[in-house]
């Protein structure tokens, strides 16, 4: 039997000795150095022991210097800006929406200095943090009341817990959806302590399928937009102004939870039968739920609006103050809502509805004068503009297509793939979209003043043969 080699690795206490790292002690911090070493020795542990054959550990100076490294990667942000050129506007990866200028100067502002949370400075009184943002979304949705709270998954859970819990709230079997990750109706619904009571199929739900399932036990009624995907073919679901009514006759509230979140009519865009949050209180629903970054282009954060009565139970639920937002969000909310005071203002400054405005001609010229400054750069051989198809995506309308144009690249000597990482882990970080043997910089969800950055990410690699 061949000797341990695991006892030839050196200790984090002679490793913290060599050069490297006792620099990085004194500039960094003594956790970070033990932390990353330790880190890496178990790493090394791992690799000896499952490895085929015998292998040779690194040197000490390799060693520190691998940790050293990876130190030094650490001390970049993990969360860094990235141009978003796989033309999904709404990339839940890419962190959905972008925000405004006015709320980005907004939240900067009340970020570097203390700020007005809950104090009324014409009175000196203490106030309500979100007291401001709920009167805009009264005033752009007829609401009577509003709440802000993390994201849309909380205003929903929030809202069984408080109207709901313990007794039956009453979903068609074709609305139990789910969305990427984490998001699952049933299972946010059980978390809430309510009680899910499906009705009807799967693709068809009538009105009596509701009224039938409405018992002593009943708290609400709730219709959830399937923003994720359609049930078409021999199909049928209740229109919302046909259950307010059952919910009059049965005294029972109507929850909407349209998702995206739009406060513009979307037709105007290309996109058909997408709610709208005042269209929605129009009809009569009790309570709208929807989301801030999705088709309202905002911050992360949920929105409840609909009934003073029933809003004030929700905000008087503990669980209100644990899914509260901070003045960060509240700003760029405010920010942004005031912009949708004049809706053409908004088509103009809210960067999603920039995107989603732009001509095809637009983005054909673009692509046009993009391709040959890309394949002018070293790692590319060839870039041609493409007319193409996107999706808004992140759970918003992925079944109705926009028109698009893309610079497609196909690299020299390397591969697509290696291309494409090549760009994701540069600076700027850039992500397209591979297909066969292209990448694909889709321009429907690059702002106009990204053009240039894109170009620099390309020229930034260098020559395919000094690529990682
Ligand atoms: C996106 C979405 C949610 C979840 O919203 P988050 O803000 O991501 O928590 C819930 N319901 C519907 C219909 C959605 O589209």
Known sequence: MSPNPLRNLPSVHELLESPPLKGL????????????????????????????????????????????????????????????????????????????????????????DYASLELDLSTGRRSRRSAAVENLLRELTGAEAALVVNNNAGATMLTLAALAAGREVIVSRGQLIEIGGSYRLPEVMAASGAVLREVGSTNKTR??????????????????????????????????????????????????????????????????????????????????????????GGPQCGIVIGRKALVEKIEQHPMARALRVGKLTLAALGATLRLYRDPEKARLTVPLLHLLCTSADNLKNRAERLAPQAAATPAVAEAKAVADVTYLGGGSLPTQELPTWCVALQPRTISVDRLATALRTGTPSLVGRVRQDRLLLDLRSVLPRQDTQLIAALEALGKPADLP
């Open 25 to 112: 002690v004194d500039r960094i911090s003594h956790n970070a150095v033990v932390s990353t070493a330790r880190t890496v020795l178990d790493e090394m542990r791992r690799e000896v022991q499952t490895a085929a054959t015998e292998m040779t550990l690194p040197s000490v100076a390799d060693l520190a210097e691998r940790i050293a490294r990876r130190i030094a990667e650490s001390e970049t942000p993990a969360l860094r800006p990235v141009i978003n050129a796989t033309g999904i506007l709404l990339h839940t990866g890419l962190g959905r929406a972008p925000l405004a200028e006015e709320a980005i100067a907004e939240a900067a502002a009340v970020a570097r």
């Open 207 to 296: 009105l009596d399928d509701y009224t039938r399932a409405i018992g002593d036990q009943t708290a609400a009624l709730m219709l959830v937009h399937p923003s994720n995907y359609v049930v078409m073919g021999f199909a049928e679901s209740v229109p919302l102004a046909e259950l307010v009514d059952a919910g009059r006759r049965h005294k029972l509230p109507v929850i909407h939870d349209i998702g995206s979140g739009a406060l513009l009519d979307f037709s105007q865009f290309g996109f058909r039968g997408e709610p709208v949050a005042g269209e929605s209180i129009k009809a009569g629903a009790d309570l709208v739920l929807f989301s801030g970054d999705k088709l309202l």
